[in-house]
């Protein structure tokens, strides 16, 4: 395998790792956002599922074997109401934007259009949970949230 690949490659599995911590951080959401926010979080959470999919067979097409998902991830901080729960969606997708902004600078063609796609799609997600935006979606999170996603729980 090329370095070139070996680089899109580790960039793809990051991604697909952000996505298995935001479709498990979305079941937090679910349980704990308002009524009136739940068509949002499953909208998401879907989102990420089909993301998360797309991902590992990329990860397959380039001969490797798709990082699982953790049996748990360990959240940022404490989610125990519906303020809480937005707080999170918002942080999940900033750091799914930190990913793919890796992503598209490891990549090129279809897959780096692709990363693009996903990291507008988790800017404008955190925007909506947020109410406000950040200059560079995922590039300025990733400087003041670092890169990990939900950390799995071990």
């Known amino acids: 395998m090329s370095d070139r690949d070996q680089r899109v490659l580790t960039a793809l599995q990051a991604a697909l790792g952000a996505e298995h911590a935001a479709v498990y951080g979305y079941g937090v959401v679910g349980g704990q956002v308002r009524a009136a926010q739940r068509s949002e979080a499953r909208q998401a959470y879907e989102a990420?599922?089909?993301?998360?999919?797309?991902?590992?067979?990329q990860v397959r097409d380039l001969g490797g074997t798709p990082v699982a998902?953790?049996?748990?991830?360990?959240?940022?901080?404490?989610?125990?109401?519906?303020?809480?729960?937005?707080?999170?969606?918002?942080?999940?997708e900033d750091r799914v934007a930190g990913v793919y902004s890796d992503l598209v600078r490891a990549s090129s063609g279809e897959r780096r259009r692709a990363a693009a796609e996903g990291l507008r799609e988790a800017a404008v997600r955190a925007v909506r949970w947020r109410g406000e935006s950040v200059?560079?979606?995922?590039?300025?999170e990733r400087a003041s949230a670092g890169a990990a996603p939900a950390t799995p729980k071990g």
Do not use: W
């Open 48 to 57: 990420h599922r089909a993301r998360r999919d797309a991902l590992a067979r």
């Open 69 to 92: 998902a953790s049996a748990g991830y360990a959240l940022p901080f404490a989610v125990s109401d519906s303020d809480g729960a937005v707080r999170l969606a918002a942080e999940l």
């Open 135 to 140: 200059a560079f979606p995922g590039l300025a």
